[in-house]
């Protein structure tokens, strides 16, 4: 999933990305990146949007939005009242689906080229598709150097930081353990707002999902074996990647809230800003492919053309259509798409402790979403 750069002017509630990714209002990844989808994006039900935001989930290493604002409409109908030419619901599991596949797509991408590398091109094939909607729909990039300035600082954080992070834990670790460290997003953001985000007052459940949701981490990990099988390198990128969102997302929320611009424009500019990022940085550690294999290649296509660029568009239709909250559900399914594609298409390994764990880690995020009631 992918994250990506909202305006938002309400009080931020963290939420679980790329991708984007993830992956990310709340604060979750997209990926992941990436968006929250606003892309990159997922959602759910359709209820009316209230009049406030909250930020939608991103998927692992997808570019995802921190927060995407409340749009009240009709079921079924979008912004302009005119009815969606597919149900919303086939909308959401077709998102569901390419993030929880991203981490796989990562995976296959790396056994042909180098992480940095399949970053590059994700975030190519990401931007080329936003670069297109935008164009059609006659949209221009935001201005004003204080803007671009924190577009680069939320493009780092949301986009080259986390995706670049996810793509070296691959090479140790499994595309399943990817996914499901993706689904602490919305813990390390319930953890940070209660620290960085005065007006986001922890709750005794909220905590308690804090600690459930980590419990749950330690679960996965096989914390009672000494984490035996594990590399300890690749599991902590994959966690640092996971953390990377919700910091992102408090960062555009203290500096780009209230932004005039249209989600669809700071969202290109902000993958724009990441693929230079990635640009200048890849050649100073890797060098050119002397050879381009195809099934790596057209992974990498497929995570930014859909899983980066794709799902974002997806993303803002769904927001718009069902609403935030309901938006925000599909952080629950990448792990568990994301584990099932590991092991039926990559033939990984599966010990009890996976599964049980990550229903424990989605457990104590759903926790900490939830509000006191009023």
Request: proline residues 9%.
């Amino acid at each position: 999933m992918t994250t990506a750069a909202t305006p938002d002017t309400s009080s931020p509630e963290p939420t679980s990305s790329g991708p984007n990714p993830s992956g990310s209002g709340s604060s979750q990844p997209v990926p992941s990146g990436a968006i929250a989808v606003e892309i990159p994006g997922d959602p759910v039900p359709a209820d009316p949007a209230p009049a406030e935001s909250t930020s939608v989930p991103s998927a692992p290493g997808a570019p995802t939005s921190p927060t995407t604002p409340a749009v009240p409409a009709s079921a079924g109908r979008g912004r302009s009242g005119r009815r969606a030419a597919l149900d919303w619901r086939i909308r959401f599991g077709a998102l569901s689906l390419i993030w929880g596949f991203s981490f796989l797509l990562i995976k296959v991408g790396t056994e042909g080229y180098a992480p940095f590398q399949v970053t590059l091109g994700r975030l190519m094939f990401g931007t080329a598709v936003l670069a297109v909607a935008m164009a059609v729909k006659r949209e221009r990039l935001p201005r004003g150097a204080r803007t671009w300035g924190h577009l680069a600082v939320a493009a780092l954080l949301l986009n080259a930081l986390p995706f670049s992070l996810f793509a070296y834990a691959e090479l140790s670790v499994p595309s399943t353990l990817a996914g499901i460290c993706n689904a602490t997003s919305p813990l390390w953001g319930m953890a940070l707002s209660m620290v960085a985000l005065s007006e986001d007052r922890p709750t005794r459940r909220r905590v308690a999902g804090l600690g459930l949701g980590f419990l749950g981490v330690l679960t996965v990990l096989g914390a009672w074996q000494g984490f035996h099988g594990l590399d300890a390198t690749g599991t902590a990128m994959a966690l640092l990647a996971s953390l990377s969102y919700p910091v992102g997302w408090i960062y555009v929320r203290r500096t780009l809230a209230g932004s005039d611009h249209s989600h669809l424009s700071m969202t290109g500019a902000q993958l724009l800003v990441a693929t230079v990022q990635l640009a200048l940085v890849t050649p100073l550690f890797t060098s050119a492919p002397s050879h381009f294999p195809l099934v790596p290649l057209l992974a990498t296509a497929a995570l930014g053309a859909l899983g980066t660029g794709f799902a974002v568009l997806v993303q803002y239709g769904l927001v718009a259509e069902v609403g935030p909250t309901t938006a925000q559900m599909v952080t629950y399914f990448i792990p568990v798409i994301a584990t099932a594609a590991g092991v039926a298409v990559l033939g990984e390994s599966l010990t009890w402790s996976t599964p049980v764990g990550a229903v424990i880690v989605l457990a104590g995020a759903a926790l900490t979403q939830t509000r006191a009631r009023r």
